[in-house]
């Protein structure tokens, strides 16, 4: 008997820019394809659309409480959506299939669907984020790696933690710029493995050692520890409450590179670092996105 193949269920929304982060977490989770782009006409111009793809039909009262606390956080009315029934796809391919390839300074960051050769004159990197937060379109992640090319201009770090990993393309990007040993964590454990996954594609595994864990609390941390650099794109509250713990475990000389605030968010993140030691060295903007390199 010919079994038909399951639908598949779309909900899509716009949502300010400075509220993205907040509503692509709230929609988060496994057997999700997240799809994100700006709107460059019309009266939502400025403004970003955001789709996600369930293998079956989500929990409307659960994901209605979700896209709330979001928007409650974000400080944004909760945005209008629709969710509808797909014909059968396979949306995670499709996912992969639209995203361009991301060039940041020196860094070429591109999918598997992509068939031409990177170019020889960059740092490529193969990331299919998939089923793990971060692919390098987004302003957070491009700033990290621009404070990644300066840094790279006047030191190198004897090891380097990507604090929150994702798919694991700062700590990639690390590996490939200074080619020594990089710790990931992320809470995530879909994360951890997509990041493993990466760095053998990219024939980077013997520099990369990753696991699951909550901020600084694994003692595999404090093992390794201290740092002479330190990535943590995640968001602004959770970097203020770890600012005493990423003073505790970076080294003397070492510098850490903030990411996933808000411009209007950097006093109260910097103000965190400052009393814990650490002070601005250099800041970036981007389309109301901040990255900060703070060190004592």
Known sequence: MKTEPASNWQISMIVPPDAMPYFERALDG????????????????????????????????????????AASVAKVDTPKYEIK???????????????????????????????????????????????????????????????MEDLSRVFTPKNVLDMGCGSGILGLAAALTFRVPVFATDID?????????????????RYITAWVGNGYKPAEIRRHAPYDLVFSNILARPLTLMAKDLAANLAPSGYAVLSGLLNRQENWVLSAHRRV?????????MEGWSALIVGR
Not at 189 to 205: C, D, F, I, K, M
Request: net charge positive.
């Open 30 to 69: 496994d057997d999700v394809a997240l799809l994100a782009s700006e709107i460059e006409t019309g009266k939502d111009k400025g403004n970003w659309k955001l789709e996600a793809v369930w293998q079956n039909k989500p929990d409307v009262p659960s994901l209605e409480a979700a896209l709330a606390v």
């Open 189 to 205: 454990p879909e994360s951890v493995r997509v990041t493993l996954q990466n760095a053998q594609n990219n024939h980077l595994a």
């Open 85 to 147: 029934e797909l014909p059968p796809k396979n949306w995670l391919k499709e996912n992969l299939i639209s995203f361009k390839p991301v060039c940041v300074g020196r860094y070429y960051i591109y999918g598997s669907h992509i068939k031409e050769p990177p170019p020889k004159t960059k740092l490529s990197l193969k990331i299919d984020a998939a089923t793990a937060f971060g692919s390098g379109e987004h302003f957070t992640t491009k700033g990290c790696l621009m404070a």
């Open 277 to 285: 030691g650490l002070q601005l060295k250099k800041r970036y903007r």
